[in-house]
Structure formats: structure tokens, C-alpha cells
């Protein structure tokens, strides 16, 4: 969706490196997410945020961490990368105003470690 | 959430519908079925969802038995960029963590 975009949409890294995954959207949705995706498995959830001051651990939030710098803009750092950190890097937002609160997503970010 | 069974892979022949099915037998009141695809290692996309009443968008119809414990996406015209792995889902509202299983691949042929 045009409306979410991530950088960079790959990067290959080294071990112990600090990187960052950016996300902005124009969506005006005030929920954001980050989720990982394995080789041929369903998506992880890694922080999500439900507004700039509401940031929450999702399932795999260990080695991650997260910044809401605006509302539109949601960003994930890996502080010390390790090569299982290897993955398709996926964020989506949200519309707490929607009752059903549908998810939409970016286009991801491949990111591999060496 | 109720969890959700689909084929693991199917065919169309393009410019035809597709059928896709999803059984969620043990879906609750409250839960929504949801129809996300994903092409080749890009986003997932978001395609429709509905409670109860079949809905219908500018990418496919969703039409839900009245018991609730199965449904079918239909997209109506399947072209070659259609192809995708698509992903039946049943969450209740405001279940912020969407889970996809294994979902069905679908292959549109020429």
C-alpha cells in the first residue's frame, strides 16, 4: 500500500552492527505496527504502538527496540544485529476509529545479517 | 481466536472466478472474517472482511454461510497478478496481533 512506506527495502548487514527500519505512513491512522516474517512461516509481532505515547511489546521483542518519533512515523532498531535476526521486516497501521480496526501494510524491508 | 481451515493450494484459469473456501467452524459472535493475500515476499494486502452479511469490494466478494462456519472469497476475474498466497483470518475487533496460518496458494494460469 502506497499510503505505508518503509527504508530501506533491503539491507545486508554484519553481526554487532545497529540498525534502523523506518516507517511512515499518510494514512492519518494513529495505530502502528511491526511484525517479522521467516521463510515460509505466518508473521511475528514485534511493538506495536497506539499512539505516540503508548508503545507495547508484542511476541519476539527481545534484541528490538522502538521509537514513535510522530504520529505518522514509526521507526524499529535492532541494537546489536545477529544473523536469526534475518528477515522480512514488515509495518502496518492501523484506525482505532474503525471498529474493526483493519490492518494495512508496507511494502517490507528484507534485511539479511551476515 | 477461532482458527481457521484452507486448501493448500488451488488453480484458476485466468479471466475466470476463483473460489477460495475457509472453514472456521468454532468462530465466535463477536469475530470478523478477514481475507488478507500476499504476492511473492511483498506486503500483505488487505483484501475484505465481514461479520455476518456478505460484503463486496473493488477486489472480491466475501460470501459467509449463514451459520457462520465457513465462508468463501471470491475474486471474480482472476488474472495473472492475482497470484498470491491468500490468508483467511477470524480475529475479534481491535485484536491488534493478526495471525496468519498457512493460507491457500493460488496459481492463475494462462
Known amino acids: 500500500d502506497a499510503d505505508v512506506t518503509q527504508t530501506p527495502r533491503n539491507r545486508i548487514t554484519k553481526t554487532g552492527k545497529r540498525i534502523m527500519l523506518e516507517c511512515s505512513q499518510t494514512?492519518?491512522?494513529?495505530?502502528m505496527y511491526w511484525y517479522r516474517q521467516d521463510p515460509g512461516l505466518g508473521l511475528q509481532l514485534i511493538y506495536y504502538?497506539?499512539?505516540?505515547?503508548?508503545?507495547n511489546k508484542g511476541e519476539i521483542s527481545d534484541g528490538y527496540s522502538v521509537s514513535r518519533q510522530a504520529q505518522a512515523k514509526f521507526s524499529l532498531s535492532l541494537e546489536s544485529a545477529i544473523p536469526n535476526q534475518t528477515a522480512l521486516y514488515f509495518c502496518?497501521?492501523?484506525?482505532?476509529?474503525?471498529?474493526?480496526?483493519?490492518?494495512?501494510f508496507g511494502p517490507g524491508t528484507r534485511l539479511t545479517v551476515l | 481466536d477461532a482458527k481457521t481451515t484452507q486448501p493448500t493450494s488451488m488453480d484458476c484459469a485466468e479471466g475466470r472466478a476463483a473460489n477460495l473456501p475457509c472453514n472456521h467452524s468454532?468462530?465466535?459472535?463477536?469475530?470478523?472474517v478477514y481475507w488478507y493475500r500476499q504476492i511473492h515476499s511483498q506486503g500483505p494486502q488487505y483484501i475484505i472482511h465481514?461479520?455476518?452479511n456478505n460484503e463486496t469490494n473493488e477486489m472480491a466478494s466475501l460470501i459467509i454461510t449463514e451459520d457462520r462456519k465457513s465462508s468463501t472469497l471470491i475474486l471474480p476475474h482472476a488474472t495473472l497478478r492475482d497470484t498470491a498466497v491468500y490468508y483467511c483470518?477470524?480475529?475479534?475487533?481491535?485484536?491488534?496481533?493478526?495471525?496468519f496460518g498457512a493460507g491457500t496458494t493460488v496459481t492463475v494460469r494462462a
Open positions: 468454532t468462530i465466535s459472535g463477536n469475530e470478523y
Open positions: 504502538s497506539f499512539d505516540v505515547k503508548d508503545i
Open positions: 465481514g461479520l455476518k
Open positions: 502496518a497501521t492501523s484506525d482505532s476509529g474503525e471498529y474493526t480496526d483493519t490492518q494495512y
Open positions: 483470518i477470524v480475529r475479534v475487533p481491535y485484536d491488534y496481533k493478526l495471525s
Open positions: 494514512k492519518g491512522h494513529d495505530r
